[in-house]
């Protein structure tokens, strides 16, 4: 059974954006990113996961970093509707942090009725079915039980402990040990059929692109954010609109709202 997000009809755009990474060593990404949700002529932005590049439990709006960013979005959720689903790097964001923010949270996957259609959204890491160790270790950090002993324990041990995976995960990557896994066709096929649904939008993989999965199905992918990478700016919106799906810059995404050159694509 896949949730319903179902979009009031007076709504005329609704953004999607993911994997913006959020952390403190980021400062221009997390600026735009500001800007962009201060100023965007949509209706709705829909947050597809790894908007943090960790989250340990919602204590962690507290730290000053994550206070401004919690902030950021709860300005913006009294002008229009946020909706967050949960990537791989923030999973743990609950209740508490979805309220401060003025968030509707949204399960992965869920189903959004807009525009007349059916458009089914995932963070994407669930269906890198290619990756067997990730996926083990999916099922155990997700489980109730990890959950609870994890929260239990205090903030600075926990946010030790996600420093050292991130250390670990980025060792993997210098080696080549970590597979560059993408989306199991298969997978997205099947889910759409049950969904309903003709599109899939999700983030996850940083490869921005649309792939036909035949029969009229197909994927399209959202960009990672990264407005500090001097030589590779990127930080793409997608807009539906009833006119369809449209690849934006943050500039584009907030034009006409003088929310000035702070949204643009930072070069
Ligand atoms: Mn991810």
């Known amino acids: 059974m896949i949730?319903?997000?179902v979009a009031p009809p007076h709504w005329r755009a609704i953004d999607f954006v993911s994997d913006?990474?959020?952390?403190?060593g980021l400062p221009r990404t997390a600026a735009a990113f500001g800007a962009y949700l201060a100023g965007t002529t949509a209706d709705a932005v829909c947050l597809l996961g790894d908007v943090f590049e960790a989250w340990v439990g919602d204590d962690m709006r507290q730290q000053p970093f994550e206070q401004g960013v919690v902030a950021a979005i709860a300005a913006a959720a009294r002008r229009i509707s946020i909706g967050f689903m949960p990537g791989n790097r923030d999973f743990l964001v609950g209740a508490e942090l979805c309220a401060a923010a003025g968030m509707t949270a949204l399960a992965d996957p869920s189903c959004l009725h807009a525009f007349g259609q059916r458009w089914l959204l995932v963070h994407g890491d669930a269906q890198c079915l290619g990756d067997a160790p990730y996926q083990a270790f999916r099922a155990q950090v997700r489980s109730p039980a990890w959950q609870r002993d994890f929260l239990a324990r205090p903030l600075a041990e926990r946010l030790a402990t996600a420093r050292a995976m991130r250390e670990r995960s980025r060792a993997h990557q210098a080696s080549g040990v970590?597979?560059?896994?993408?989306?199991?066709?298969?997978?997205?096929?099947?889910?759409?059929?049950q969904a309903g649904a003709a599109t899939l939008i999700h983030g996850h993989t940083?490869?921005?692109?649309?792939?036909?999965?035949?029969?009229?199905?197909r994927r399209v992918?959202?960009?990672d954010w990264d407005l500090d990478d001097g030589a590779r700016p990127r930080a793409d919106v997608l807009r539906l609109s009833a006119a369809g799906l449209q690849r934006l810059t943050p500039a584009q995404a907030t034009a006409g709202t003088g929310a000035g050159p702070a949204a643009g694509t930072g070069t």
């Open 20 to 24: 913006l990474h959020l952390a403190p």
């Open 178 to 193: 970590e597979t560059q896994g993408d989306l199991d066709a298969e997978a997205c096929r099947a889910l759409l059929l």
């Open 221 to 223: 992918v959202l960009s």
């Open 206 to 217: 940083h490869r921005p692109a649309a792939h036909e999965l035949g029969d009229g199905l």
């Open 3 to 5: 949730p319903d997000w």
